[in-house]
């Protein structure tokens, strides 16, 4: 059951790294932006590397756990029967230690690498805005006002003409 676990973590792997892969894009990205991105997708590619090869020495280790020692081994009954399968069990046990421990740390990097990524598409959100955005000159000619508009007249000389 154990192997059978790890095989789904380490197939979950490969498809999450190339994800993160196919994410780095420099189109429309600061400099700084782009670093960021990068040191983040690095860190949670290491942290699932270490996760996929923890899991392949789990592997092994549990595959010789069940395989029988070979025959030459057997004339050393306390190496075969007590010794190595103890270090087996210790082996799986400090594997899998690790492993929870480091698939912990992949939502937070991840999680990162969503706040930077989101701070990137603020970023070409808020110049896509501003590049599409008219010019004040613009926008004051497309609402000119009427040549009198602001005109101050004095009120005698208004008198005896119809308001418009």
Do not use: Y
């Not at 046990?93 to 690498?113: K, S």
């Not at 930077?116 to 000619?141: F, G, N």
């Not at 040549?147 to 005896?160: A, M, R, S």
């Amino acid at each position: 059951m154990l192997v059978t676990f790890l095989g789904l973590v380490s197939a979950s792997i490969l498809p999450t790294i190339s994800l993160l892969i196919g994410s780095m894009t420099a189109s429309g990205r600061s400099v700084s932006a782009v670093d960021d991105l990068e040191r983040e997708i690095g860190a949670a590619m290491d942290a699932l590397l270490l996760i996929f090869g923890s899991v392949g020495i789990a592997v092994v280790a549990l595959v010789m756990l069940a395989t029988a020692p070979p025959p030459f081994l057997s004339k050393i009954p306390l190496l075969t029967v007590t010794i190595l399968p103890r270090l087996g069990q210790a082996v799986v046990v400090a594997v899998i230690v690790l492993i929870a421990l480091r698939t912990g740390q992949i939502p937070a990097v991840l999680r990162r690498t969503l706040e930077v990524r989101h701070k990137i598409a603020v970023a070409e959100a808020r110049r896509a805005t501003t590049d599409r955005a008219p010019v004040s000159l613009e926008v004051r000619t497309s609402f000119s006002n009427h040549p009198d508009f602001g005109k101050i007249t004095n009120l005698e000389d208004n008198e005896g003409r119809e308001p418009h």
